[in-house]
């Protein structure tokens, strides 16, 4: 029967550490999510974190920001309502909230939450920036990330942009005059473009043409590369309409754009044909295609838009046809201008426009959509991606993290420069507490972060029912944790975040914390009570042995100890001292028979009123609340766990 009871338990231990792993694959489903963008997919992983009980008070948090970036502001209501009262929330979500509010139309109860963030952030801008520019969604995102930018070696003293790297190498356009003949471009008085090619990562590389007939006389730009039907590699890219050595205007004598493929003949680029979304009577240009190569992106000013040009999309069939053009919607496109179109591997489109409300001219922003795979709102990637001048062309490669965007801003190179980006994302401390003894997690941990630099606090948060625990931390820093329960002694642990690779979101550091040899704290016991005069366990007494089982048997199923019993001073030695045996004998044999082992109880003793724990002598000087102080029973602790060494605290482990 013993060792059925043992399987039992092994077995709800191991059901429970799947479902707290499942829990957690959950949590990480939905932060990668929100890290590319799908808040979508994120708001369904955080919902099963919601329904199983998972770290809700994250759960809560992330969803109240999906909702806010995909403008459901009355969805994230509650889930602010949720956290919003706890004492260790960010005050940033003070500001949040009352964003929510405000744009649900509840003025008076948004007030009354920016009044509380104005107290801590006297000097915070956002409120203003929010109230003129209205996108919420890009104030919550560049709240929280960072992109650095950096001029690339290769730029000229003309155009250069449209970027796009394959295996190793960036393709992009040029119009450099030292490698670029034949007349110049009546526009900007630069050589007509061609694409180069050059190693992505030497920055000695010096930049070639492609080789083969993609580029003439005239414009080629914006190169992408695919498969087609067959999954043979080709690519699209923009030229203007000219083909097989023709001077092809459009019908009103202007210079339109068209997209062309070519195929790869033995070893050259062979342009192959003229896509049917092209027209002689309206640009079509800078395409891509979805990852998924279902999907064809470009740009077009053909009738029927929304402004000067839009961004358009063509499904792609099985066998390759390309199917009608269809307007991105009102959304992406404006009465400005919206171009160059780019889709990550999470369905995102990027874009540049100068009809959205951004910081100068072009500007590149982000769609965000909903549960259905509908756009429902654009964030601007903020500076220094964007800046006063035209910012566009962007690409990233698959992990997001780096990429390259083309701008004119000053102190560029030439015209046009390509700059590659490194995307910094929010960094997330996180981690499980166990038990030193046992290996089993620890909720209700006060996990404290202080900054060693500046010698100050700045994050609290309690562990969950799963032990876990989770905030968000800076880069380049100092820090140490401090871990403390009532049950387990303060531990303090030291780390860094100045080598932390820019890739890395999440620094995993968990805790070990050794617990008290206190018994009574352990199993969270309260008085043990007899009758007077008796040595009967009561059937309140029995329900605090209870947990003194469990707690031997289970929790620490190693642990060795002693069993006292004491009296109070009331009467003579002998009777107080054969009282107190028979309560030690009684208490021993309940914990024996409820599957304490024999082993584990070195010995009970009464020690009557000879241990007395305040000075009282009788009833004459005492009252009757310290004579009962004196009637108790300890439980010392002999043993934890057998060769018991201590661990050392693992090591922060990013990834």
């Known amino acids: 029967m013993k060792n059925y009871k043992n399987t039992i338990i092994i077995i709800v231990l191991l059901l429970s550490s799947s479902l707290v792993m499942a829990q957690y694959g959950a949590q990480k489903k939905g932060d990668y999510y929100f890290g590319q963008f799908s808040y979508a997919k994120a708001i369904k992983e955080y919902e099963k974190m919601i329904e199983s009980g998972f770290n809700k008070a994250y759960a809560h948090q992330q969803l109240a920001e999906c909702y806010l970036l995909i403008r459901e502001f009355k969805k994230s209501i509650p889930h602010f309502k949720a956290i919003i009262n706890n004492p260790n929330v960010a005050t940033d979500y003070y500001f949040k909230y009352g964003m929510a509010l405000y744009s649900d139309g509840q003025q008076e109860e948004a007030e009354s939450w920016l009044k509380k963030y104005k107290k801590h952030h006297k000097n915070d801008s956002r409120l203003r920036r929010y109230l003129k520019e209205g996108n919420l969604a890009s104030v919550v995102f560049n709240s929280r990330q960072r992109y650095d930018v950096f001029p690339l070696p290769f730029n000229s003293p003309e155009s250069d942009f449209g970027s796009f790297a394959h295996e190793g190498r960036l393709y992009f356009s040029s119009s450099r005059k030292d490698l670029v003949s034949g007349s110049n471009y009546g526009w900007n008085d630069e050589p007509w473009l061609d694409i180069f090619v050059v190693n992505e990562e030497d920055p000695e590389s010096i930049p070639v043409k492609i080789k083969g007939n993609i580029n003439t006389k005239f414009h080629e730009s914006s190169l992408i590369f695919t498969t087609d039907y067959k999954k043979d590699t080709v690519v699209y890219f923009t030229r203007n309409n000219y083909f097989k050595n023709k001077e092809g205007y459009g019908a009103k004598n202007e210079i339109n754009l068209k997209v062309f493929s070519a195929i790869k003949i033995d070893g050259e680029w062979k342009v192959n044909r003229s896509l049917r979304i092209n027209s002689d009577y309206y640009s079509t240009g800078h395409p891509f295609i979805s990852p998924d190569g279902k999907r064809l992106y470009y740009t077009s000013d053909r009738p029927g838009g929304f402004g000067g040009t839009d961004i358009y999309y063509s499904e792609i069939h099985e066998r390759g046809a390309i199917g009608p053009s269809i307007n991105a919607g009102p959304i992406v496109n404006t009465e400005g201008n919206e171009m160059f179109p780019f889709i990550n591997k999470e369905g995102n489109m990027f874009f540049s426009s100068d009809g959205h409300l951004g910081f100068g001219q072009l500007d590149i922003f982000s769609t965000i959509t909903n549960e259905n ?232 003793k009464g020690y009557g009123k000879r241990r007395l724990i305040n000075n009282c002598t009788g009833k004459s000087d005492c009252t009757d609340d310290e004579l009962e102080l004196n009637r108790r029973t300890e439980f010392p602790i002999v043993q934890m766990k057998n060769g018991l060494i201590k661990k050392p605290q693992p090591k922060a482990q990013p990834y």
Do not use: C, W
């Open 373 to 604: 795979n509908e756009i429902v709102d654009v964030i601007n990637l903020g500076t220094p991606i964007n800046s006063s001048s035209d910012d566009f062309g962007f690409f990233a490669h698959e992990d997001g993290i780096t990429g390259y965007i083309s701008s004119n801003r000053e102190g560029g190179k030439g015209s046009d420069d390509i700059y590659k980006f490194k995307f910094t994302p929010s960094l997330t401390l996180e981690g499980y507490v166990t038990d030193g003894i046992n290996d089993k997690v620890l909720d209700s941990v006060r996990i404290s972060l202080f900054d060693q630099t500046m010698n100050t606090e700045v994050g609290e948060i309690e562990t969950d029912e799963n032990g876990y625990y989770k905030m968000f931390i800076n880069r380049a820093t100092n820090y140490m944790i401090t871990a403390s329960r009532k049950t387990h002694p303060t531990a303090e642990i030291f780390f860094s975040t100045f080598n932390t690779p820019i890739t890395t979101r999440v620094i995993r550091q968990d805790i070990i914390l050794e617990p008290v040899l206190d018994l009574k704290l352990l199993a969270n016991l309260k008085k043990i009570y007899f009758d007077f005069n008796k040595a009967n366990i009561r059937p309140d007494a029995a329900l605090e042995l209870d947990k003194v089982v469990r707690l031997m048997t289970i929790t620490y199923p190693e642990m060795i100890i002693r069993l006292e019993a004491h009296t109070d001073p009331v009467g003579s030695h002998a009777y107080n001292d054969n009282l107190s045996e028979r309560r030690a004998k009684a208490t021993y044999e309940y914990l024996i028979g409820h599957g304490v082992p024999v082993e584990h109880i070195l010995s009970y």
